[in-house]
């Protein structure tokens, strides 16, 4: 082991794991040695109605790419997440939902219950004209519906699109139009530390310019007032009255599409990840139960948003195909105060708990009175995902939430990848904080140079998967040549994950954030470009440029360096325009920390922007900023660092 300190396995968490360490080595081995072999015996732990006889079929060229795996079986997702745990689970808690308001009560919805719902659910949008590839969008709260309308959708084979209720009437009507859905389902009102969200009329805007759409269905969460468009507005409540609760669930093939998901690149518009059903199946209930050591009966709870990659893998399709009760929270860390997570956890004895390094940092700087007033004793397994966690983050996790008794699972993963790949199994792999330690099974992590070329040993580089895993995207909805362009062109032969990556002498992997110009706020992936786009759309813009730079509590901020027409003058107001701007086009998380107004960006003489350089000054980093004697005008980097916003 290295001179970073480590963090051994407790005894106790390693004797009762799925696996251990020399297990962990033995199942590691196998799936690089014989992956057709590994697969083909852990694609049975789902069910299927025909079972596959085929495991893999995977090419990655530079310009051709195709991945299936076990494509000639049949299953259904929510057949594998609630009829198959009928028999021996039906009264058995599926799903916790715990409201915005601790005042509100909680529900408790059943297997059976869940069973119920979904299949009226299913039946009332077969009713609305959807059938099996139809695609369905989901713009929801934090509420069990949104778990039910997902797997409703499942059920019969139609594709659904959840959209995260942060998002602007605007980026919802993007997302609508590329999928050509059918259908929008949706709230009246979201809820979310007290404050409310017009759902209901973010989905009127959007759809006024979506003519696929051809009925919204509304769950009635706050009863607020909404507007209704007579023939195309349904109740959600009415429709399950309307509809029977015997739905059988379409048996569909392997490799038939389960959902797209939005997610944002370096460049053009955000790209819809496909995620097929058998293999995405396999990989998340897979990891859901070797990553966390799911046993059964325990309570499960991640808190993401249903509308992010971590929200379909590990609130819904992976612990419910495990028959774990998964917790749905409405709320936020902080309301009505900074013990709220921790309440949450005694409340409904959550056993493991799973949440992103933002929220830790912020509920670590209201010290430890909020944590010590409850008591956490159900705790067993902490997890955190969606941008690398600071070393100093991790150990307050580690003592004071988990009491040092409970394993941290730092889990590497994306939206393309459907699940987790890199990641600590708590009962087999010693801890070092900020790393997210090994690759789980049948994942060949590899760093490469600028030039493709194979680094071993300790070295750090571009993050690369040399092969495919049963749980990756297949396609870009709409667009298989962005895919392939995307992924597949830089690094032939090989997946190209978008991040730069540490690999120390005892083989860990620390991830050290993107290499392209996306953007990590707050765990909340976005693209550089999108916003630049929202910013020139103001009349008085000329250009932007949009960079991170560190954030203590966001991980990375925005950091917009605008340049306005001439004679246009350079006011507070107009910087809060901008801002507005941001959060009207894209959504609040899009809002830039610091508008830096410019007379000039850095440009090479054939016109393209420094973004190094940019970046290093909104780092406040001088000293590297590198030549800048080829730019076509050196002296805007002196002007633009003297003019450098100030940051708390
Ligand atoms: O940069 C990596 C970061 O989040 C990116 C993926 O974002 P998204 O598709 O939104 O999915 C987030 C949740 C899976 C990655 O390219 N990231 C995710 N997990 C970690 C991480 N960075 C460091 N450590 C992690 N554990």
Not at 246 to 266: H, K, Q, R, V, W
Not at 468 to 496: A, L
């Amino acid at each position: 082991m290295s001179q970073v300190e480590t963090y051994p396995v407790p005894q106790q968490i390693a004797d009762n794991a799925w696996v251990d360490e020399p297990k962990y080595n033995k199942m590691y081995q196998q799936s690089i040695d014989d992956p057709e072999g590994f697969w083909a015996e852990h694609g049975k732990r789902i069910h299927w109605f025909k079972p596959f006889t085929q495991v893999k079929d995977v090419h990655f060229g530079a310009d051709d790419v195709h991945i299936r795996w076990f494509y000639d079986g049949t299953t259904n997702a929510a057949y594998n997440c609630i009829d198959q745990h009928l028999p021996h689970k039906k009264d058995d808690t599926a799903i916790i939902w715990e409201p915005d308001d601790p005042r509100e009560n909680a529900r408790h919805i059943s297997f059976g219950e869940l069973h119920e719902e979904v299949s009226r659910l299913a039946n009332g949008l077969k009713a609305l004209g959807v059938g099996k590839g139809d695609r369905v969008s989901i713009y929801m709260p934090m509420i069990p519906e949104a778990a039910t309308a997902m797997l409703a959708c499942a059920r019969i084979g139609a594709v659904h699109s959840v959209v995260f209720g942060g998002f602007s009437p605007d980026s919802l009507a993007s997302r609508i139009q590329d999928a050509e859905a059918k259908v929008v389902i949706t709230a009246d009102e979201g809820l979310r530390g007290g404050r409310k969200i017009p759902l209901k009329q973010n989905t009127d805007e959007a759809v006024a310019n979506c003519p696929s759409v051809q009925a919204v269905v509304t769950v009635k969460r706050t009863g607020g007032g909404i507007q209704w468009h007579d023939g195309r507005d349904h109740w959600y409540h009415e429709v399950l009255e309307k509809a029977s609760s015997d739905c059988p669930a379409e048996e569909m093939s392997a490799e038939d599409p389960l959902f797209i998901l939005y997610t944002s690149g370096s460049t053009g518009k955000p790209k819809g990840v496909l995620h097929t059903t058998g293999g995405y199946l396999v990989h998340t209930s897979m990891t859901h139960q070797y990553v966390f050591d799911y046993h059964d009966g325990e309570v499960f709870w991640c808190t993401a948003d249903v509308g992010w990659i971590t929200g379909h893998s590990y609130i819904v399709y992976g612990p419910l195909a495990n028959g774990a009760t998964t917790v749905i929270f409405e709320g936020v860390p902080n309301y009505p105060n900074a013990s709220r997570h921790w309440e949450v956890i005694d409340k409904h004895k959550v056993n493991i708990y799973y949440t992103a390094p933002t929220a830790i940092r912020a509920l670590m700087r209201e010290g430890n009175g909020p944590v010590e007033k409850t008591s956490r004793d159900s705790l067993r397994i902490l997890g955190t995902v969606g941008e690398p966690i600071n070393p100093e983050a991790w150990r307050w996790y580690h003592e004071v939430i988990g009491k040092g008794k409970c394993p941290i699972v730092d889990t590497w993963w994306q939206t393309e990848t459907g699940g987790i790949l890199i990641t600590p199994l708590p009962g087999a792999t010693p801890a070092k904080p900020g790393s997210a330690t090994l690759p789980f099974f049948g994942v060949k992590p590899v760093l490469v140079d600028n030039e493709g070329n194979h680094l071993e040993g300790a070295t750090h580089g571009n993050l690369c998967i040399a092969d495919s895993w049963p749980g990756q995207m297949r396609t870009i909805h709409g667009d298989h040549e962005r895919f392939v362009q995307t992924y597949f062109s830089m690094y032939p032969g090989r997946y190209f994950t978008g991040d730069g990556a540490r690999r120390d002498e005892d083989g860990y992997f620390w991830i050290t954030g993107r290499v392209d110009d996306v953007l990590n706020v707050s765990g909340h992936r976005m693209g550089t470009a999108e916003i630049e786009s929202a910013l020139v759309l103001h009349d008085k813009v000329a250009e932007a440029a949009v960079v991170g730079y560190p954030h203590d509590l966001k991980g990375q901020g925005i950091y917009a360096y605008v340049i306005l027409n001439a004679g246009e003058e350079e006011t507070e107001a107009l910087r809060k325009e901008l801002v507005d701007i941001c959060k009207k086009e894209i959504g609040p998380i899009a809002k830039p920390d610091l508008v830096q107004f410019a007379s000039g960006l850095p440009k090479t003489r054939s016109g393209k922007i420094m973004r190094r350089i940019l970046r290093k000054i909104a780092e406040d980093d001088y000293s590297s900023l590198g030549d800048t004697s080829t730019l076509a005008d050196p002296g805007v980097v002196d002007d633009l660092i003297e003019n450098r916003q100030n940051r708390s």
